[in-house]
T-cell receptor, first 111, second 113 residues
């Protein structure tokens, strides 16, 4: 089966800009979760979408937002980028319950 | 506040021996625990999980043990193989929020020949 795909894989942005990352879950999976991985904080939960609705949310500022489309694909957006937003952003997909499979991630560098 | 802790940042084990990776948690609301393996430039790969109603779960070379009273879990890999060299994360979730995982900081396992 095709796994979780994330685009783009690498991205360089400037402080103050905004960025949109995309995630396509495994076919049939309705839940998409987003995580941020940084050397200092490790893997931290951003939010989860299920059937186009945000079901869970982590402790990130409002600059981080997301959405899910009817085909379960999800996007996350970060506005007014800060240097500290440089991280690996991981998307994970599941049928309903606990996270089953992660994508390869998008490496975001903010300069 | 680190609710899931992996106190050993790294571990080196000889091929064929047992690898034991440890994880402690502080939140008694966690009821489901998972272990993931991660290679550089890839997303984490699910290895094995355990529900809080069990104290042991096995899958091939991997066994996870849960000690609820001590809020401690461990992953045993027997026998260890060079391909097991990776960063291992433990994660936990609470009732009703299965997809919201709280991760530990990871342990880098190196299996030497």
């Amino acid at each position: 089966k095709a796994g979780v795909t994330q685009t783009p894989r690498y991205l360089i942005k400037t402080r103050g800009q905004q960025v949109t990352l995309s995630c396509s879950p495994i076919s049939g999976h309705r839940s998409v979760s987003w995580y941020q991985q940084t050397p200092g904080q490790g893997l931290q939960f951003l939010f989860e979408y299920f059937s186009e609705t945000q079901r869970n949310k982590g402790n990130f500022p409002g600059r981080f937002s997301g959405r899910q489309f009817s085909n379960s694909r999800s996007e996350m957006n970060v506005s007014t980028l800060e240097l500290g937003d440089s991280a690996l952003y991981l998307c994970a997909s599941s049928l309903e319950g606990w996270t089953e499979e992660f994508g390869p991630g998008t490496r975001l560098t903010v300069t | 506040d680190q609710q899931v802790k992996q106190n050993s940042p790294s571990l080196s084990v000889q091929e064929g021996r047992i690898s034991i990776l440890n994880c402690d948690y502080t939140n008694s609301m966690f009821d489901y625990f998972l272990w993931y393996k991660k290679y550089p430039a890839e997303g984490p790969t699910f290895l094995i999980s355990i529900s809080s109603i069990k104290d042991k779960n096995e899958d091939g070379r991997f066994t996870v043990f849960l000690n609820k009273s001590a809020k401690h879990l461990s992953l045993h890999i027997v026998p260890s193989q060079p391909g097991d060299s990776a960063v291992y994360f433990c994660a936990a979730s609470k009732v009703g929020t299965a997809s919201k995982l709280t991760f530990g900081t990871g342990t880098r396992l190196q299996v030497t020949l």
